[in-house]
C-alpha cells in the first residue's frame, strides 16, 4: 500500500469560489487502502444506505440553501459544511451526485429518504499545494448540526417565500400544497428537536466533532422513547475517530464499551437520523436500520487499510530520525511509561498482540485496545462524566413490559446496552431470519466462552493502535490538540485556541494548519469539553527526540 492508485480533476462548475472553499486544489488523489476501483469497494461504501432518514429524497434534491439559493446538493453549499463532494459520481452510482456518504435510503413504507452512512463522517481530506489526497476511513471534517441546520433553513425559508414553496411543490409534483405544507412544518420541527438532541450552544461541535454519546442517548431515550426527562445537555463532542483496523479491535468507541460490531454500527445509526419504536408494543424495536447493509459494509472496512505517508506529496521521511523515534516509542520516560504500554505495535509477521482464544467461544482474537483509566492519562473528562452520569434513565413503557434484564430506571450504559440488545436480536429474526450460526457471522464471531471474564465497563478512554496516525489530526478524543509535535509538548505549551476547517496540511508538525477565515471554528481549550489537558507520555523528551518521534510516527 501506499502509492497512489486514482487522480483525477476537480469538477469545473463554480470553479473560482469553489477554489477558495476546497483550499484551491485543482487535482484529487486517493491513497491506496485496499479499496481500489477494481472491486468498487470505495463506492458501494459511499453510497449504500445504512437506515438514516433525514427528509424525503425528493426534498433534498429540489431545496435550494437559504444563504445562497443554490440546490442542497451543489459542491459550493457542500463544501461550506466541510463535507466532501463525489467527484468520481457516475450516473449509475450515484445519479443526483450525492456528496461522500449522503445516501438514499429506500423505506418500503415511507418511500425514499436521504440519509447518511460511515463515509460521510469517515472520510478525510488533506490539501497539499494544488493537489487534495482523499483518505478513506479518516476523521472528516463535516460540521453535521451546521448541515441539519442548513437543511432545516432551506425548509422554513421555502415555506416562508410563496413563489419558491410553488416552485420546489411543481419540482416534486405534490399535489396538495396545503398537506405538503404542514408535512414541511413537521419535519422542520423533527430537525429543531436533532438539533438540540445532538448539540448545545455553550458546547459547540464545530467542524470534525459531534457529542456521540450524549446523541445516542437523547435520540433513543428522549425522541424515540418518548421520556423528556431523560435529557442530557450535550457537553462532551468528540473528534471522528479513524475506522481502519475497528473490526479487528477488541474493543471501540473512545469510552470503548462497544464490541459487537453489528450492534456498534446500530447504535450509530440510531444516532444519525435512524429511527427504532420504543413505544408501540406491536412492534418494539423495529427500527429503518438496514440489516445486510450493515453487515456488508463491516464486511467492506475489513478490507481497508491504513494509509500510508505519501512522499510524493508530503515529503520523504528521514529514515535515520525514524530509527531513533522507534527507540524512543518503545522506551520508558521519566514517567515509567513508554508509548507502546498503551499503543501496541505488531510484531515483524504485522500481527498486533490479541486476546485470549480460550476468551472467544469460536477461539477468535482481537486486536487488544486497553482502556487507560482517566487518572493516569488526565485529558478532558466531560464525555466520561456525561456517559456517567449518576442521573438514571427513566425507561419509560420498557420498564413496565418485564422485559429481560429491563428495570424502570437503569444507568445509561447498561440501558443502551439493552435497547441495542433487543433492537439487534429484532434485526436478525426479521425476515428472512438469521440462523444462530448466521447471527454468530453477523456479530463478528463476538461471542464470549463460558470461561471468559465480565465485559468490564470504566471510565477511561481507549487506545488504539496507531497505523495511520500521521492522518487523524486534530489530535485526542476531543480534538484539543492540532498536531503531533503539540501533542508531546506539555500542556501548557500547547496552543490554547486555534481554527479548524482549513484542509491545509502541515508535513513538518503533521496536523491541519490552523488559518482563520470567515469558514473556521475557533478551537477555545479553556471551554468546558475542549481542554488540552493530560496524555502525558512524550512530554518530557527532549525537542530533538520529539522531532525523531514525529519522523517514526509517519511511518506507522
Request: with cysteine; proline share 6%; glycine share 8%.
Amino acid at each position: 500500500m501506499g502509492t497512489l492508485a486514482v487522480r483525477f480533476k476537480k469538477a469545473a462548475s463554480f470553479i473560482s469560489l469553489a477554489f477558495i472553499l476546497s483550499g484551491c486544489f485543482d487535482e484529487v488523489v486517493y491513497l491506496d487502502q485496499n479499496w481500489n476501483e477494481d472491486n468498487q469497494l470505495r463506492t458501494l461504501s459511499y453510497t449504500t444506505s445504512q437506515g438514516s432518514q433525514l427528509i424525503p429524497y425528493d426534498w433534498f434534491i429540489n431545496l435550494k440553501d437559504a444563504k445562497t439559493g443554490l440546490p442542497l446538493t451543489s459542491d459550493i453549499v457542500v463544501e461550506r459544511l466541510k463535507y466532501l463532494p463525489d467527484y468520481q459520481a457516475d450516473s449509475n452510482t450515484n445519479p443526483d451526485k450525492l456528496p461522500i456518504g449522503f445516501v438514499k435510503d429506500t423505506d418500503p413504507e415511507t418511500g425514499d429518504w436521504i440519509g447518511i452512512n460511515c463515509a460521510a463522517c469517515h472520510t478525510a481530506q488533506i490539501v497539499v499545494g494544488n493537489t487534495a489526497i482523499r483518505i478513506d476511513g479518516g476523521p472528516g471534517m463535516g460540521d453535521y448540526i451546521a448541515m441539519i441546520q442548513t437543511v432545516k433553513n432551506a425548509i422554513d425559508n421555502t415555506l416562508a417565500k410563496p413563489r419558491l414553496f410553488k416552485k420546489f411543490a411543481n419540482a416534486i409534483g405534490a399535489d396538495d400544497s396545503n398537506s405538503l405544507a404542514s408535512a414541511m412544518a413537521t419535519q422542520s420541527e423533527a430537525l429543531a428537536s436533532y438539533i438540540r438532541n445532538d448539540s448545545s450552544i455553550d458546547h459547540p461541535g464545530g467542524f470534525g466533532r459531534v457529542d456521540a454519546a450524549n446523541a445516542i442517548r437523547n435520540e433513543i431515550f428522549v425522541s424515540d422513547l418518548g421520556v423528556d426527562t431523560n435529557y442530557l445537555t450535550p457537553a462532551a463532542p468528540v473528534s471522528y475517530p479513524a475506522l481502519w483496523g475497528a473490526p479487528d479491535f477488541e474493543r471501540v468507541q473512545y469510552l470503548g464499551y462497544a464490541r459487537n460490531p453489528f450492534g456498534r454500527n446500530l447504535g450509530q445509526v440510531l444516532g444519525v437520523l435512524g429511527r427504532i419504536n420504543l413505544q408501540n408494543p406491536e412492534n418494539l424495536f423495529e427500527s429503518t436500520v438496514r440489516r445486510d447493509n450493515l453487515f456488508y459494509m463491516e464486511e467492506w472496512l475489513r478490507e481497508l487499510g491504513s494509509p500510508e505517508w505519501p512522499t510524493e506529496y508530503l515529503g520523504d521521511i528521514d529514515n535515520t530520525a525514524a530509527s531513533r523515534g522507534a527507540e524512543i516509542y518503545q522506551t520508558p520516560d521519566v514517567t515509567g511509561y513508554a508509548c507502546v504500554n498503551c499503543h501496541v505495535l505488531p510484531d515483524s509477521q504485522g500481527n498486533y498482540p490479541k486476546t485470549p482464544a480460550q476468551d472467544n467461544l469460536f477461539g477468535m482474537q482481537f486486536t487488544q485496545t486497553p482502556l487507560i483509566p482517566i487518572e493516569k492519562l488526565g485529558t478532558d473528562t466531560n464525555a466520561l462524566t456525561t456517559f456517567y452520569n449518576p442521573e438514571p434513565i427513566n425507561m419509560g413503557m420498557l420498564g413496565l413490559l418485564g422485559l429481560d434484564g429491563v428495570s424502570q430506571e437503569m444507568s445509561y450504559p447498561l440501558a443502551l446496552i439493552k435497547v441495542v440488545e433487543f433492537a439487534v436480536g429484532k434485526q436478525y429474526l426479521s425476515a428472512p431470519a438469521l440462523n444462530q450460526t448466521q447471527q454468530a457471522v453477523y456479530s463478528g464471531l463476538r461471542v464470549d466462552s463460558a470461561t471468559a471474564p465480565e465485559f468490564d465497563l470504566y471510565p477511561g478512554y481507549l487506545a488504539r493502535p496507531l497505523a495511520g496516525v500521521w492522518a487523524t489530526s486534530p489530535y485526542l478524543h476531543n480534538g484539543s490538540v492540532p498536531n503531533l509535535y503539540e501533542l508531546l509538548l506539555p500542556p501548557e505549551q500547547r496552543s490554547d485556541e486555534f481554527y479548524v476547517g482549513s484542509f491545509e496540511f502541515d508535513p513538518e508538525k503533521v496536523g491541519y494548519v490552523s488559518t482563520y477565515s470567515y469558514n473556521t471554528f475557533k478551537f477555545d481549550t479553556s471551554v468546558s469539553g475542549n481542554s488540552n489537558s493530560g496524555h502525558y507520555f512524550g512530554t518530557f523528551l527532549s525537542d530533538e527526540e520529539r522531532w525523531d518521534l514525529i519522523e517514526y510516527l509517519k511511518t506507522l
